[in-house]
């Protein structure tokens, strides 16, 4: 939520410890790898608790900033070709049974989960699933989208996200392009 130096002077002054912003960013980094491995080594279904009606997925992609030296060799929509983000891949599936006091749909209170990361949602040979794909089915297998009664895809018609988004369609693994 902030930078690795405003994380350094948290630590001091809500903590009393003075921590490097290098340490800061070597235990984000590391708790990073370990999210990451953690994300992918657990794909049971989250809950034995009755679906609701209907769950919404919803799949976009953004740029974020990043260092100059994360982006080097990067093109990029810079005038000169340059990039200044790299695009992050995100999903998220929640419910929305509830209505707030003038009956207008609601996200259900913990209902919200979401899987995040730099990856490509292109398909590396047209036929194997991208690593973006993976992950979406991950989540999808953790949350039982596809035993949801009801399944709503939203996404704002990125070719990637229209190819899967097709195929979730129609139950088939994804295939990104």
Request: aromatic share 6%; net charge negative; glycine share 10%.
């Amino acid at each position: 939520m902030v930078s690795f130096e405003e994380g350094s002077l948290l630590h001091e002054e809500l903590a009393g410890l003075r921590v490097d912003a290098s340490q800061v960013e070597r235990g984000a980094e590391s708790l990073g790898e370990e999210i990451t491995a953690d994300e992918q080594r657990y794909t049971e279904p989250l809950e034995e608790t009755p679906l609701p009606p209907t769950l919404y997925m919803g799949l976009d992609g953004t740029g974020i900033p990043m260092r100059a030296v994360e982006l080097a060799g990067r093109a990029g929509k810079q005038p000169d070709g340059s990039a200044k983000t790299r695009e992050v891949k995100l999903c998220v599936i929640w419910s929305a049974e509830g209505r707030d006091s003038e009956g207008v749909p609601v996200r259900d209170p913990g209902s919200v989960t979401y899987s995040a990361a730099i990856e490509s949602a292109a398909s590396p040979d047209g036929v194997e699933r991208s690593a973006f794909a993976e992950r979406v089915l991950r989540e999808a297998a953790r949350r039982r989208f596809y035993d949801a009664p009801r399944r709503a895809i939203i996404g704002d018609g990125a070719p990637w996200i229209c190819a899967l988004t097709h195929s979730f369609c129609y139950r088939r693994a994804p295939v990104a392009s």
